[in-house]
């Protein structure tokens, strides 16, 4: 059978792929149902342009080296393909390849496969993409919505440990049974979005899924590519956008996955001064090869297509934009110029973000990136990456390095608190409060706060509070909204059953509120990105480790003034300067009993008095809660 009549791929389909600018890759290659000349069955294409000999291998053919050969493309694509008759919906299958390089031969999962076995296992599946979308009211909404104003507050989960069922809980809930109840919970504690550990089919599970081989497939643990699709469809119709997080910084060396692919380096560089990285035992992909970046721009918009994701998250930036990435002299090679740029890696992430941008306008692109690299979030063509956010890193480590002091040491270290605001602006920033901060033994988030219990609870209810009331977008790791007092582990549930205790509940209840208010108040979310949403009122009252300032939104009645107490000293008549005459009122305490405070509060009408302070006509007498945050406005009258 001549490989011409049966081909997916077209010359230009070709030249796309060649140049690496093809974004539908995964349409050509893989394996595909169809009919050929009146016979169903599978069409299978692979890129091994380094082998001598490729064939299909499954259990239709009893794994069979001689059976299924492929043929090679006469072209320059690299590409093998063959049609085989009667191989239908749910056949295991890999390719086995003989390399043109002394004769190395693997059987190699499919690059492209959109549904894999169950780890430990590692076959691909021949899987269709079928399914009935019911979100377009969603879409259409995500659409109208370019350019507006939003807030996002982000849970950030891990779907084999959020919940588990079973007498042992040691059983993963499928993506259906999770349809079921992750919707209505994000709904109820005020959720914009929920973001996704890696999804990907990863053949480790204690990776998370940041060791991934399948970047084409929702991992097969919790069900197929169509109940993931179904459980999305679910969350979009609570109103819930999902972002999912995207690893194409590095991957595993597993011997079914990408690594030495067709007996060369075929995905990662050759050198292993460019090829390999030590963190985490990985291969690196080779971005300056076009066949690679059309794979990888491929799986990022296959994402956006398929499962109708809100947004990626790309993990590790940093590692790909810098050549010496956790590398001592001697072990990295510097680019053209000399440099410590991956110059590769610079050009892939402008690419990945104006494909992303010219389709999807309506979706977000957020960078793990943590060094200070100018212009992660701005347009490419200004020269910037492209990025619509990035993760403020500094402001996480600066936080939680002050709030785990005693609060009798604080004033010594106002400037951690503060310093976030130096630099608020010059990128589009989220806070992330990320499951990175609860592993490797640094315990939960409710054991980094000091004092008794009472005291720990109000200091992480201070600074969640504070979170929500700096400028930028919010993400917080599942569990830590109601105070998990483990450290997360990957292969258990939560700790559910906390929240039937006063304590837990009440901090539930106090990032649910705190959610709420920043859905209701556009100060909050306004001028997120921009320096006009932000005033300091005082920055310098170290000695009551009190801070103060105002979020503004488009209209001035909107601004809230925020003022936070970081000891557990309740401050009486202390004063912060107000611009106008007239009262403000108490719209938020995190020490309000409802939230398990202590009740320290601003009750009634706060009127405003001619006494100058703090560069202001006139001020306010306040108290302050004991390690808490108030939050007010001014009344309409």
Request: with cysteine.
């Amino acid at each position: 059978m001549e490989s011409s009549h049966l081909t997916r791929l077209t010359e230009f389909d070709v030249y796309l792929f060649n140049e690496g600018k093809h974004y539908n890759l995964y349409d050509k290659l893989g394996s595909h149902l169809m009919n050929h000349n009146g016979v169903d069955g599978t069409y299978f294409a692979v890129w091994a342009p380094n082998a001598e000999k490729v064939s299909v291998v499954g259990d239709f053919n009893e794994w069979n080296r001689e059976a299924n050969p492929m043929t090679a493309r006469w072209d320059t694509s690299g590409v093998w393909e063959v049609f085989i008759p009667n191989v239908g919906k749910g056949t295991r299958y890999k390719y086995f390849i003989r390399s043109h390089n002394n004769g190395y031969e693997a059987e190699k999962g499919d690059p492209f496969a959109v549904h894999w076995e169950v780890p430990p296992q590692t076959a691909s599946i021949v899987w269709d993409h079928d399914y009935t979308w019911t979100d377009s009211q969603w879409l259409e909404e995500r659409k109208k919505k370019v350019g507006e104003d939003q807030p996002m507050a982000v849970y950030e989960v891990h779907i084999g440990s959020w919940k588990r069922k079973g007498e042992d809980g040691q059983d993963f809930m499928s993506y259906r049974e999770l349809a079921d109840d992750l919707p209505g919970y994000l709904k109820w504690m005020g959720y914009t979005h929920v973001e996704f550990l890696p999804v990907m089919e990863h053949p480790f599970y204690g990776s998370w899924g940041y060791q991934c081989t399948g970047y084409f497939a929702p991992s097969s643990r919790y069900g197929s590519p169509q109940d993931f699709k179904y459980l999305i469809d679910k969350l979009h119709e609570e109103g819930i956008g999902v972002i999912l997080d995207w690893v194409p910084s590095h991957f595993p060396n597993d011997l079914h996955g990408l690594h030495y692919f067709d007996g060369t380096h075929l995905f990662e560089h050759e050198d292993p001064r460019q090829g390999y990285h030590p963190d985490w035992n990985s291969y690196i992909f080779n971005y300056g090869r076009n066949e690679v970046r059309s794979f990888l721009l491929s799986s990022a918009l296959y994402w956006l297509k398929e499962f109708h994701a809100d947004g990626l998250r790309v993990d590790a930036v940093a590692s790909m934009l810098y050549l010496d990435y956790s590398r001592k002299e001697g072990e990295w090679i510097p680019n053209q110029y000399g440099g410590r740029e991956n110059l590769e890696a610079i050009s892939f992430l402008r690419d990945f973000n104006d494909a992303i941008d010219a389709e999807f306008p309506d979706v977000h692109t957020i960078a793990e990136e943590s060094t200070a690299w100018p212009m992660v979030s701005r347009p490419t063509q200004i020269g910037g990456l492209g990025f619509e956010m990035k993760w403020m890193m500094g402001w996480m480590h600066d936080t939680l390095d002050y709030m785990a002091k005693d609060p009798i040491h604080r004033g010594h270290h106002q400037g951690e608190i503060t310093f976030s605001l130096m630099y608020a602006f010059t990128e589009n920033f989220m806070l992330p409060l990320s499951h990175d901060e609860v592993v490797h033994g640094k315990g939960p988030l409710i054991d980094k706060m000091p004092g008794d219990e009472w005291q720990r609870f109000a200091n992480l209810r201070t600074l969640y509070a504070y979170m929500y009331a700096h400028p930028g977008t919010k993400l917080l790791f599942m569990g830590g909204e109601f105070g998990q007092t483990q450290e997360w582990k990957h292969d258990h549930s939560l700790d559910w059953h906390l929240t039937q205790y006063t304590p837990h509940s009440s901090l539930q209840k106090l990032v649910k509120r705190l959610n709420e208010f920043y859905h209701s108040e556009p100060a909050f979310y306004e001028f997120q990105f921009q320096a006009e949403g932000f005033e300091w009122i005082d920055i310098n009252d170290w000695q009551n480790s009190v801070i103060s300032f105002v979020r503004k939104g488009h209209q001035e009645q909107n601004n809230i003034y925020v003022v936070i107490n970081f000891t557990p000293v309740v401050r009486e008549n202390y004063r912060i300067g107000v611009p106008k005459k007239g009262h403000l009122k108490e719209v938020f305490n995190t020490d309000d009993v409802e939230f398990n405070g202590s009740g320290v509060l601003n009750s009634g009408s706060l009127e405003t008095l001619p006494i100058p302070m703090h560069g202001r006509e006139r001020s306010i007498n306040l108290r302050l809660p004991p390690l808490g945050a108030v939050f007010l406005k001014y009344e309409d009258k």
